[in-house]
């Protein structure tokens, strides 16, 4: 019998120190930072990085289509040696009453990772409480935090610091905000988030991330004001207003969140040098204007690209066992 190494025994039985990740608050400060760290190491000098998970796979279970999550874990995973395997509900036993449990007990003797894009924050939960690999959040209607991770790394390559950047989340405040305040907690930002009273932030999150960002020495405000969540602010960041298995609600939405259009007037309460954010697909003339969205304040490729270095950096922290990141792997000799 062939013994594991040592990392991959490490690995498959949790010793990385944070198992899963199935949101921004599952790291502290300094992992998320030393985290950033990696992945702009990564992106800047690849080669170390190159192979050094062969042989290994990971299991992309996807409930919902991906354009960028898709292919940016493929690549990641193949940058590192390792095999991704694409699964969807339709293709799996799940179609025939397999518990998700009993998908992920199974998933994980196979694989060094699952990478999971569902609706339910739960069905994440209790993949992770089955899964003896590491799970990974890729999307669910509670959290984005993949996503955010990829938005923390363009702001440090825009600013420097993420610390005392005020930000401005505008419209619909669901995954992807929620992702958004317990990062900007965590590295002492100042968040204002404005929406509709019906589509504010859940309130056990906002008042989690509230808490933890005074720790940190960053804030967090909710608004029904638009032009009062983007004064005076470094970055104004929208979403969708129709959200995968939103699409029955969609003339009610387009209704109540017209008034939260990212626009050019709405830009110009920003700061002069404010930049515009958003996770994509973009719907011109919704949620941002087109102007806007194509011009030249907008980083949402900048934000796109980054997706690839950090799902990069966090499969290699997670599969290789060293977590917090360590040091860079040795370059393979070449033979």
Request: proline content about 6%.
């Amino acid at each position: 019998m062939t013994k594991k190494s040592p990392i991959a025994m490490q690995a498959r039985q949790g010793g990385s120190g944070v198992p899963h990740y199935l949101r921004i608050r599952d790291l502290d400060a300094p992992q998320l930072a030393r985290l950033l760290d990696l992945a702009s190491t990564i992106r800047e000098d690849p080669g170390p990085f190159a192979r050094q998970l062969h042989g290994e796979s990971i299991a992309c279970y996807f409930e919902k289509p991906s354009t960028r999550t898709r292919v940016s874990f493929e690549a990641a995973a193949h940058r590192l040696g390792m095999l991704p395997i694409m699964l969807r509900p339709d293709e799996l036993q799940l179609s025939r009453g397999e518990p998700i449990e009993d998908t992920a007990r199974v998933l994980s003797s196979y694989t060094r990772a699952i990478v999971a894009r569902v609706y339910s924050q739960s069905v994440l939960e209790q993949m992770a409480a089955a899964s003896s690999v590491p799970v990974i959040n890729a999307l669910s209607d509670d959290h984005h935090p993949c996503q955010v991770l990829a938005d923390l790394l363009t702001l440090r390559d825009v600013f420097g610091e993420l610390a005392g950047l005020r930000l401005a989340f505008i419209g619909d405040a669901t995954n992807v905000a929620h992702s958004l305040m317990e990062a900007a907690a965590l590295t002492g930002m100042h968040m204002a988030v404005a929406s509709p009273a019906r589509y504010q932030a859940r309130v056990e999150i906002s008042d989690a991330t509230a808490t933890t960002a005074a720790v940190h020495g960053g804030s967090l405000r909710l608004t029904d004001d638009p032009i009062d969540a983007v004064d005076d602010v470094d970055v104004v960041y929208t979403d969708v207003w129709v959200s995968m298995g939103d699409e029955a609600q969609q003339h009610g939405r387009m209704r109540d969140l017209a008034p939260y259009q990212v626009s050019v007037a709405l830009m110009h309460h920003a700061r002069a040098h404010a930049i515009f954010m958003h996770c994509l697909p973009a719907h011109r003339g919704q949620e941002v204007s087109a102007d806007v969205v194509d011009g030249e304040r907008s980083v949402v490729f900048h934000q796109a690209a980054n997706r690839l270095p950090t799902e990069q950096a966090l499969l290699w922290a997670l599969c290789s066992g060293n977590w917090p990141p360590g040091e860079a792997p040795q370059k393979k000799a070449r033979r």
